[in-house]
C-alpha cells in the first residue's frame, strides 16, 4: 500500500494551495483519509479528516473555515484545498488512511487510528 501525497510548495500568505493524496494498492473507499501536518518542534496534529462515503469530517481548530478536504473514492484519492493561508502553516503536511471507518470522527486525530502513512509533502508560507 502507498500513499503519495503531492501539491506542496511555497506560497505567500493570504494564498492557496490544493494537495492530493492518492492510494494505492488498497481501497479505502470504507474507511477514513485524514491530512495531519508537522511543524519544526511541534507534535503531529490532525489538519482535516473524512469518511470516505463523506458524511464524516473533522477539522483541526486552526484550519476551520479556512481549508477544505474532499475525496474522490473512485479514484482512491483525498484532497486538501488549503486557502488563506498564514506562516503559522508552513509544515511538512502528511496523508493517512485507515481502511475500516468503524469508529466516529472523535478518534480522527489519534495518528494511531490509522493504517497508512505517506510520505509528506512541505507546504511553506512565506509573509
Known amino acids: 500500500v502507498q500513499l503519495q501525497a503531492f501539491g506542496g510548495g511555497l506560497v505567500q500568505a493570504g494564498g492557496s494551495l490544493r494537495l492530493s493524496c492518492a492510494a494505492s494498492?488498497?481501497?479505502?473507499?470504507?474507511?477514513?483519509m485524514g491530512w495531519f501536518r508537522q511543524a519544526p518542534g511541534n507534535q503531529r496534529e490532525l489538519v482535516a479528516g473524512?469518511?470516505?462515503?463523506?458524511?464524516?469530517?473533522r477539522y483541526g481548530d486552526s484550519v476551520k473555515g479556512r481549508f477544505t478536504i474532499s475525496r474522490d473514492t473512485a479514484k482512491n484519492t483525498a484532497y486538501l484545498q488549503m486557502d488563506r493561508l498564514t506562516p503559522e502553516d508552513t509544515a511538512v503536511y502528511y496523508c493517512?488512511?485507515?481502511?475500516?471507518?468503524?469508529?466516529?470522527?472523535?478518534?480522527?486525530?489519534?495518528?494511531?487510528?490509522?493504517?497508512?502513512w505517506g510520505q509528506g509533502t512541505l507546504v511553506t508560507v512565506s509573509s
Open positions: 493517512a488512511a485507515r481502511e475500516r471507518s468503524n469508529w466516529g470522527s472523535t478518534l480522527y486525530a489519534n495518528t494511531n487510528f490509522y493504517d497508512y
Open positions: 494498492g488498497r481501497s479505502f473507499s470504507s474507511g477514513v
Open positions: 473524512t469518511k470516505m462515503s463523506g458524511d464524516i469530517t
